[in-house]
């Protein structure tokens, strides 16, 4: 079941975008990201999504939990929902993330994602 198919998105530098969706313990969620320069993916819960939200729109240090996949220009990835509610899916294009890509420019990326429900 796709859930999201975004082309050609720009991505303003110092900023990020997300999308949303929800599923059960034990879906795989398929992630597909193209980006014109690299950019970290990151996948969490909602209460941790607040938490990187609140950092990063204040510009201050934040303690988050998440997957997080580093200078992603194109890759799947594939992750297992540990618990039942809603995640988020971040494409993050700026200096926040310690360690993490800084393009320091304007990105543009296709993302799409799919949700296999656990049978």
Request: hydrophobic share 35%; with cysteine; charged share 15%.
């Given at each position: ?53 609140s950092g990063a729109s204040s510009d201050s240090a934040a303690s988050f939990k998440g997957k997080i996949f ?42 799409k994602i799919s949700l296999t429900p656990n049978n």
């Amino acid at each position: 079941m796709i859930i999201v198919n975004e082309n050609s998105v720009n991505i303003p530098y110092n900023t990020y975008r997300w999308n949303y969706f929800s599923g059960n313990a034990g879906d795989t969620c398929h992630i597909t990201v193209t980006a014109s320069n690299p950019v970290d993916i990151l996948v969490m819960d909602t209460a941790n999504f607040k938490v990187y939200n609140s950092g990063a729109s204040s510009d201050s240090a934040a303690s988050f939990k998440g997957k997080i996949f580093n200078s992603v220009t194109s890759s799947d990835f594939d992750f297992v929902l540990p618990s039942t509610g809603t995640y988020y899916v971040v494409i993050e294009n700026s200096p926040f993330l310690t360690n993490g890509a800084d393009a320091k420019t304007s990105v543009t990326a296709s993302t799409k994602i799919s949700l296999t429900p656990n049978n």
